[in-house]
């Protein structure tokens, strides 16, 4: 691949056109609008409910507090710009404004996938060796795992970010809903197919490298259950699990959907594939901190206890 960059000279700002098709632009807006401000009241609950309590402050809660973290950071990097086109029409955007939108969003599309990947580890070492939970997952080892995946985050997309940054855009119009490497690839005068190659080998490494360390940490999870623990106990252990079970369905699904879909060469209309992106992107980040505020009884009893402390009294 040859770069050249005139981006400096011959483009300072792009233009969102993905929504222009779509029928109802402000019901559209104020529904991502909810979207967005129900993700950012459950991932602070959560956050916040696990800073304040220090019977929280253990592996498997820190975990679902980066979690959090990355759901805010995902669904801000791309919510906001979406709802200023459909809201106020505002469709423009800076060419610097649109690269830090997609490495933003592409990095916390990178770090929901290593984070999941830590939780399934943390469960498999809380029942595979819960007599040796503390002692293997320590602050320290938990800090310098999560420090080490955010770098390597950094450094896969800061590749991504450097490509887009060399191109020599000739179109101001991005047909995606927000600024994303396949949006810029396509208004670069390149042919794209030669730059999505890269991004094919990173999206497998991400994808599939995570869900492959989730499904064989699940699988020494189920054959140590039956194992070792009686009926009873597995319950037990089957419901520890089951949360981010359904956090790994909804982060998974929506990627693997649209690969299946694009193997077998159905060609999506530019509503669909936006339709399907903006799903992928916002579905999980709403998902995930409502399927541990409600279905985490520590997280649960202490949001009752906060609701109940700010209701007025009869």
């Known amino acids: 691949m040859t770069f050249t960059n005139l981006t400096a000279e011959a483009i300072t700002e792009f233009y969102i056109t993905g929504f222009n098709e779509t029928q109802n632009p402000k019901a559209v807006g104020c529904i991502i609008l909810i979207i967005y401000l129900l993700i950012l009241l459950g991932s602070s609950a959560n956050i916040y409910i696990i800073a304040r309590d220090k019977r929280l402050h253990t592996p498997m809660y820190f975990f679902i507090c980066s979690l959090s973290v990355v759901d805010i950071i995902r669904s801000t990097s791309s919510s906001p710009a979406m709802i200023l086109v459909l809201l106020a029409d505002i469709t423009a955007i800076s060419y610097r404004s649109c690269i830090t939108q997609m490495t933003v969003n592409h990095l916390a599309f990178a770090m929901e996938k290593f984070t999941l990947s830590l939780m399934a ?72 197919d030669e730059y999505f190659i890269f991004t094919t080998v990173i999206s497998f490494f ?61 060609v999506l209309t530019l509503t669909e594939r936006n339709v399907l992106i903006i799903f992928s992107s916002l579905g999980p980040c709403l998902v995930n901190p409502f399927v541990y505020c409600f279905r985490t009884k520590e997280i649960r009893r202490q949001l009752f206890r906060i609701f109940m402390a700010v209701a007025p009294k009869q």
């Open 206 to 266: 991400i994808l599939f490298g995570s869900f492959g360390f989730i499904f064989i940490s699940y699988l020494k999870i189920i054959f140590t259950v039956l194992k070792i623990a009686p009926s009873e106990d597995r319950k037990k252990m089957y419901s520890t699990c089951l949360n981010h079970l359904i956090v790994v369905v909804s982060v998974f699904v929506p990627p693997f959907v649209s690969i299946i879909l694009t193997r077998i060469g159905l």
């Open 121 to 192: 580890y943390d469960r498999l070492v809380a029942i595979s060796n819960p007599l040796r939970y503390h002692s293997i997952l320590t602050k320290t080892r938990i800090v310098l795992l999560t420090v080490a995946l955010w770098v390597l985050g950094f450094a896969i997309i800061a590749v991504l970010t450097g490509i887009a940054d060399r191109l020599p855009y000739c179109r101001t119009n991005l047909k995606y809903a927000f600024c994303d490497y396949a949006a810029m690839v396509r208004a670069a005068c390149v042919n794209p």
